[in-house]
């Protein structure tokens, strides 16, 4: 299969020049409509821009026409970058294409979606029979995937294609964790630290307790926990009264994320029977509030899923043992997954995304969109 190499690099070196960081996407947004068009799309913008703030309308969800007849099949990316990723200039190198160090490149994900656009030309230009293609373009993937959590999923016929936001080319991301917040407030007893400590209950002292009896880290082969956020306290001579504390865990399995999730509580509530005291012939206890809540669900798409088949052949043929796996992270295919959809995460050639070393390299880039149009070719249902 030819590839327009030339088309396909000065495509991605349009799209990281336009400044799209996470909350900032109007310009790629409107850049993208246009080309989309430009291809012979039917494209709808939906309205999530309006439900936080952004200076964005919404999420992109564009139709290709098919020449057979088949249900279409979704390539979908996110739009966004993360800072720092205003007035990237990119350097393109023999074998790879880098920023200039003073920025991210962007190729997380605008090389998938430089793949994505070039899927729509070649096919144009060519004319060869493929089933009918719905593209969707999503807003701050990087910042709590706010556009895919908005979709208008009401707008798309398909429930099954590839997500473009991995970084080897080889690899294929099946299964993804389902992830919960969790925020703690704690609430202890003041009294002057010098002068009566033995008046107060430390809301410090307590989580420290509960967090040292705590599972934390790598539970699992499946399931991870981290605290990290922690606030509270007003000065050195006070018996700590308030303390906030934030961190999540995430599981590719459910029960175990409930697991773990009903383990950290119990930790906390078993340190706070140990923090009840009685002070002048009065009972003093602390008071905990645990709440967590679901930042998004688990992808677990079948090894043996049609979809992966077809990745998986199209790979083939281009000399590539695709490595079906797990990843730790999350992106829109989880919160997609929720809603039904089937969308197996596909590398493009980035590495180091999000920081300032990031770069593409070429070659894995052409052969990413080999396996894409391979299978884009291959697809009918």
């Known amino acids: 299969m030819q590839v327009n190499e030339k ?75 993360v800072p720092p990723g205003c007035g990237i200039k990119p350097i393109v190198k023999k074998d790879r294409i880098t920023s200039d160090g003073t920025t991210i490149l962007g190729g997380d994900d605008k090389a998938g979606i430089a793949i994505i656009l070039e899927v729509l030309a070649s096919l144009k230009e060519q004319k060869i029979p493929h089933a009918p293609l719905e593209v969707v373009f999503t807003l701050t993937e990087e910042s709590g995937m706010r556009g895919a959590k908005n979709l208008d999923y009401k707008k798309i016929k398909s ?3 590839l997500i473009l936001d991995n970084e080897e080319y080889d690899e294929l991301l099946i299964q993804g964790p389902c992830v919960s917040d969790v925020e703690v407030w704690i609430k202890g007893v003041p009294a002057h630290a010098g002068v009566c400590p033995e008046k107060g ?42 303390i ?29 029977k140990l923090f009840v005291k009685k002070v002048d012939g009065k009972v003093l206890r602390p008071q905990i509030k ?28 281009q000399g590539v043992k695709l490595r079906a796996c797990a990843s730790g992270g999350g992106c829109d295919a989880n919160v997609l997954s929720d809603f039904g959809f089937t969308l197996p995460n596909l590398g493009v050639g980035v590495q180091k995304c999000h920081t300032t070393a990031e770069y593409l390299e070429l070659k894995p880039f052409f052969t990413a969109f ?9 697809y009918q249902k």
């Open 7 to 81: 088309r396909l690099v000065d495509t991605f070196l349009e799209l990281v020049r336009t400044d799209s960081e996470s909350f900032h996407e109007k310009n790629i947004q409107d850049l993208l409509v246009k080309k989309l068009k430009a291809l012979g799309c039917s494209v709808y913008v939906d309205n999530a821009g309006s439900k936080y703030e952004t200076d964005a309308k919404g999420n992109i969800i564009a139709s290709f026409k098919g020449t057979k007849k088949s249900r279409p099949m979704i390539l979908s990316c996110h739009m966004d970058t």
């Open 159 to 161: 429930r099954e294609g």
């Open 201 to 242: 209950i430390s809301a410090l002292e307590l989580a420290a307790k509960a967090l040292a009896s705590m599972k934390l880290g790598r539970i699992d082969k499946e399931t991870v926990a981290n605290f990290a956020i922690i606030k509270g306290g007003a000065a050195s001579n006070i018996v700590t009264e308030d």
């Open 244 to 272: 906030f504390i934030k961190g999540e865990a995430r599981s590719l399995n459910e029960a175990k994320l409930k697991k773990q999730l009903a383990h950290m509580k119990s930790c906390f509530d078993k340190a706070a």
């Open 290 to 317: 645990f709440v967590t809540s679901r930042r998004y669900g688990a992808v677990c798409v079948a090894k043996n899923a049609p979809i992966v088949k077809l990745v998986t052949q199209s790979a083939k043929e």
């Open 370 to 378: 080999k396996i894409v149009m391979g299978t884009v070719l291959k």
